[in-house]
């Protein structure tokens, strides 16, 4: 089984270089990126948000809802306030829980941006009054 045809020589042996290890963080040297290249050479493309911004867009965007009877144009954050609160005085555990916690924290955070200073929160009385139902509730289960 001897064939006519000679071998091909190699163009480039990798017995002419020293052995050298690749592994976790170590690539072979041909495949790493050459000094000043980079590994993004587009960057990020201009224009693209990241998810706070894109959630503060949401949040501000006007809609239209029925208050008694009548159309109303608020902001996405005021609909959340408004259901959170609705949802509270109907005595949802949930929502009286996740109310205390924020104004909790914005009454420990002192100040905030605008958007949270035109923020409509409940007074303390009315706080404190739904805090003792919750541990009301929670302490007959």
């Excluded at 592994?23 to 990241?50: L, W």
């Amino acid at each position: 089984m001897s064939s006519d045809k000679p071998l091909p020589e190699p163009v480039d042996s990798p017995c002419d270089e020293p052995a050298e290890k690749v592994g976790p963080g170590k690539p072979p040297r041909h495949t790493r990126f050459k000094p000043g290249q980079s590994g993004n050479p587009n960057g990020r493309p201009k224009g693209s948000k990241n998810f706070a911004t894109i959630l503060q867009q949401q949040l501000t965007k006007m809609v239209t809802i029925t208050v008694d009877g009548k159309p109303k144009r608020v902001s996405v954050q005021e609909v959340i306030a408004r259901r959170l609160a609705t949802d509270s005085m109907k005595g949802t555990t949930k929502a009286m829980e996740l109310l205390i916690r924020l104004t909790s924290a914005k009454a420990d955070e002192g100040g905030g941006n605008d958007a949270a200073r035109e923020t409509v929160l409940p007074d303390k009385d009315a706080l404190q009054r739904i805090q003792k139902r919750i541990t009301k509730l929670v302490g007959e289960e």
